[in-house]
């Protein structure tokens, strides 16, 4: 039987060690973290498309206990005006509708039941070096495991050591202009729905918030980067720290967010944002990177998990239907690149209509409506091409990629 050794046990990790399983693969997973890695405080939407491509491996039920349904986004700006509604993707055949859940639990959700498949995952595994020989590839672990297979998967986010590796003079990842934290409140806003996400396009900077079935409102802001901030600064910014700027940064708005600021009891911490628009390699002929480590999309895009779901499934079709691993690896590349990268550059323009100076700021409140309503249609500007992609198992894969629609 192939074996396969996938680095990171975030989501794709697991996700393509039950996938490649399901492909007859013995798969492995490796986890640098002595445990999984969970970012406490934060949570993320998992659009209609990634849920969809769980279902391609039956692996769906895992997290259909976990969130809430957000089916809706509804934008305003900072005075208060309102400027249109969008789905937060198409519902699927069934009725099912994104659902927003806490980054940890679904991290456990996953990774418990790639465990309950039989998959294996080592923790307190960094990967230092992996080289190829004779059809192979043996990863060096820093705690001196050795390991050989026939194929390695790098699932480990945006500073991937696998795509560090695999092309060592490769760009690194593009620091966007914006920082991103949020937190859990103990308020609800008075007539704000259960899981309508409300979306402020503020005169400082940009907030949202979404009331959970348990009463409290999840929120998220995000700042403008400070121009050459450095990471450390950053991480070193206190709680209270963080409380006044924000404050000072939503004061003239019409919204919430100071009462929720003001009612999340937890610590805040905020961080960079960043994506890779085009990473130039991802594989050889026994390595390649997929989800954030090939193509992370800024979060404004919603999309990171869903896209290293999609990956995950896609690459163990490849491996199933194709000669040998080299030739699966290209097909992979042929079915997932233009789609990645376009989901990478609107994620871009997201974020940089979120920080927009004055003149840029009255522009966009002003044709905004008017956006809403085209990209709300089955037009041109429809995101339909992000939300309805939907992944095929059964159908196999051939010298041109199919599969898909």
């Known amino acids: 039987m192939p074996t396969a050794l996938l680095i990171g046990a975030g989501v794709a990790g697991p996700v393509a060690a039950m996938a490649l399983q399901r492909a007859g693969i013995d798969a492995e997973v490796f986890e640098a973290h002595p445990r999984t890695a969970e ?33 809706i986004m509804r934008f305003t700006s900072g005075p208060g005006r309102a400027l249109g509604a969008l789905p937060t993707g198409r519902a699927l055949d069934d009725g099912t509708v994104s659902h927003t859940v806490r980054r940890a639990d679904l991290y456990s959700a996953l990774r ?16 230092v070096h992996a080289h190829e020989r004779d059809g192979r590839v043996r990863a060096a672990f820093a705690n001196g495991a050795r390991v050989d297979a026939d194929l390695l ?22 620091r966007l202009p914006l920082l991103n934290l949020g937190g ?60 006044r700027r924000l404050r000072d940064l939503y004061a003239d708005d019409r919204s919430p967010a100071i009462d929720l600021i003001d009612a999340t009891r937890h610590p805040l911490r905020g961080h960079s944002t960043w994506d890779l628009p085009s990473v ?7 390595m390649i990177v997929i989800g954030d480590a090939a193509h992370a999309a800024s979060p404004s895009s919603g999309q990171g998990a869903s896209m290293a779901i999609e990956d995950a499934v896609q690459l163990a079709r490849c491996v199933r ?64 091409w992000i939300h309805t992609h939907h992944i095929d198992w059964d159908d196999p894969v051939g010298a041109t990629p199919a599969g898909q629609r």
């Open 39 to 71: 970012d406490v405080g934060t949570f993320l939407t998992l659009q209609t498309n990634g849920m969809d491509a769980l279902r391609a491996i039956d692996a769906h039920d895992a997290v259909a206990g976990i969130g809430f349904p957000t089916p």
């Open 112 to 127: 418990d039941e790639a465990l309950r498949r039989g998959v294996v995952i080592h923790h307190s595994h960094r990967l």
């Open 153 to 174: 998967v790098g699932c480990d986010g945006v500073r991937s050591r696998v795509r560090a590796i695999i092309n060592p003079v490769g760009a690194g990842a593009r």
């Open 184 to 243: 859990y409140a103990e308020h609800v806003v008075p007539d704000a729905r259960v899981g309508d996400y409300h979306m402020v396009f503020g005169r400082r900077g940009f907030f949202g918030y979404v009331v959970a079935p348990d009463a409290t409102t999840w929120w998220f802001a995000n700042p403008r980067s400070p121009a050459n901030a450095e990471e450390q600064s950053i991480a070193a910014t206190t709680d209270a720290q963080w409380r």
């Open 280 to 286: 130039g390699r991802w594989r050889t002929d026994t």
């Open 321 to 384: 239907d194709l000669p040998g691993i080299p030739d699966a690896l290209a097909a992979y590349e042929q079915l997932r690149r233009t789609r990645v990268e376009r989901v990478v550059t609107a994620g871009a323009r997201t974020s940089n209509d979120k920080v927009a100076g004055p003149v840029a700021r009255v522009l966009r409140d002003t044709f905004m409506p008017l956006f809403i309503r085209r990209v709300a249609g089955r037009g041109r500007l429809s995101l339909d």
